[in-house]
């Protein structure tokens, strides 16, 4: 009887073993909530579970290390008005639910409807935006990735090519800039006469078709995010065929160098930068975020120019030299990592000086003095 009993413990402790790591290792996964209508979901196909884009994209993930969901919904659109509106369906709330580590946006083709458009069209946007916002606020904190919309025409549906290319894309680009948000392009994908792509509605994606999606889905999830570098006063991105960049969120003015691929830094603040990848699509990848001190220093006039800052030997190990023609007796300096934190600061005798940098890990340094910066590198 006493072995029967610690038979059953054991099983019952190889149960919970189980349990919980199967229950840890589902939450270790990375999940991936498509959002979208029937284009999404896999309308008219045989199987939407396996042959849908999202269904597709699981297969081409791997199941180990990722969970995608399908989230679409037939016949709806972003449009809160005038519509059959993806904010009042299930799956919307279900995808919140998700809590996803990843978001793929795709409404707007049933919104693309002339009757619709030309009637709530003005209200897109900020439809569009306050749906983004409301996953922006989950405690997951989804990276999220929205999508220019497939081509797709069927005159007795109301649905128009050129409506989706000339009035709901643009503003689904502009929402991308506007809100930091990475772009998919999938309109100049699937825009290459395959007409195997779709099916016979002309609308909705074929299982080949839906892959192409997912293939594309995959390549952007799986890339790398750029990486941007601040040195000598200026955030600098990755080479790109366009720019955009953010501080704490807020689009930068073209004026003030938010186009460029280097842009001068005014301000403390979190920078990010939009990088369209190439020339022949609108494909758009955001930055990781980095963030920038710009220190503020006593002890020397902010409206003094100081003349190229010298420092040697450059990669130094315990003390670097600074020269400078106009530095003036007991001038504050400041050394920032590349996160822009301030890691050593001080005073200068005069413009010929020594900083020991003894005490800094090995890596990349910012020496800023007034209004000059240039860049430092403890050796190992």
Same mark, same amino acid.
């Given at each position: 009887?006493? +072995? *029967? ?13 189980? *349990? ?35 269904? +597709? ?21 972003? *449009? $809160? ?6 904010? !009042? ?16 946006? @795709?409404?707007?083709? #049933? ?24 996953? +922006? ?16 025409? @069927? ?10 290319? !000339? ?5 689904? $680009? ?10 998919? !392009? ?27 999606? &997912? ?16 040195? #000598? ?8 065929? !366009? ?17 460029? @691929?280097?842009? &001068? ?5 979190i920078y990010k930068v939009s990088i369209k990848l190439n020339a022949n699509n609108e494909t758009r990848i955001v930055s990781k975020e980095l963030n920038v001190s710009l220190t503020v220093l006593s002890g020397i006039d902010s409206k003094t120019v100081i003349r190229g800052i010298k420092v040697f030997p450059n990669p130094a190990f315990d003390v670097v030299n600074v020269l400078s023609d ?21 005073? *200068?005798?005069?413009?010929?000086? @020594? ?26």
């Amino acid at each position: 009887m006493k +072995q *029967l009993k610690s038979e059953h413990s054991v099983k019952g402790i190889a149960l919970f073993v189980c *349990l919980f790591f199967s229950v840890l290792v589902s939450a270790q996964k990375q999940k991936v909530s498509c959002v979208g209508n029937s284009i999404t979901y896999g309308y008219d196909l045989s199987n939407p579970s396996t042959q849908s884009y999202p269904g +597709q994209l699981q297969a081409l993930l791997g199941t180990t290390d990722w969970e995608v969901g399908n989230f679409g919904d037939s016949g709806r659109t972003m *449009l $809160k008005n005038g519509g059959y509106s993806y904010w !009042d369906s299930q799956r919307y709330k279900d995808a919140l639910a998700s809590d996803p580590n990843y978001l793929i946006l @795709k409404l707007g083709t #049933n919104d693309s409807k002339r009757w619709l458009w030309d009637s709530h069209g003005s209200e897109f946007k900020s439809n569009y935006k306050a749906m983004v916002q409301s996953f +922006q606020n989950l405690s997951s904190k989804p990276e999220i990735w929205i999508c220019l919309l497939i081509p797709s025409e @069927k005159s007795d549906w109301d649905i128009f090519k050129s409506y989706i290319k !000339d009035k709901v894309n643009p503003k689904i $680009k502009e929402i991308a800039l506007e809100m930091g948000l990475s772009l998919i !392009d999938l309109y100049t994908e699937l825009d290459k006469n395959r007409p195997d792509w779709y099916l016979a509605d002309n609308v909705h994606p074929s299982v080949a078709g839906a892959g192409v999606v &997912a293939q594309k889905v995959k390549e952007m999830l799986l890339m790398s995010k750029p990486e941007i570098s601040y040195a #000598n006063g200026k955030v600098t991105a990755p080479d790109g065929d !366009d720019y955009q960049w953010y501080i704490d969120g807020t689009p930068v003015a073209s004026g003030n160098g938010g186009k460029q @691929k280097e842009m &001068a830094v005014t301000k403390t603040g979190i920078y990010k930068v939009s990088i369209k990848l190439n020339a022949n699509n609108e494909t758009r990848i955001v930055s990781k975020e980095l963030n920038v001190s710009l220190t503020v220093l006593s002890g020397i006039d902010s409206k003094t120019v100081i003349r190229g800052i010298k420092v040697f030997p450059n990669p130094a190990f315990d003390v670097v030299n600074v020269l400078s023609d106009n530095i003036s007796a007991n001038t504050g300096y400041s050394i920032s990592d590349l996160s822009g934190k301030t890691v050593l600061s001080g005073r *200068l005798k005069n413009g010929r000086d @020594k900083i020991n940098i003894s005490m800094l890990s090995a890596g990349t340094y910012t020496l800023a003095i007034g209004n000059e910066c240039t860049k430092v590198i403890k050796g190992k």
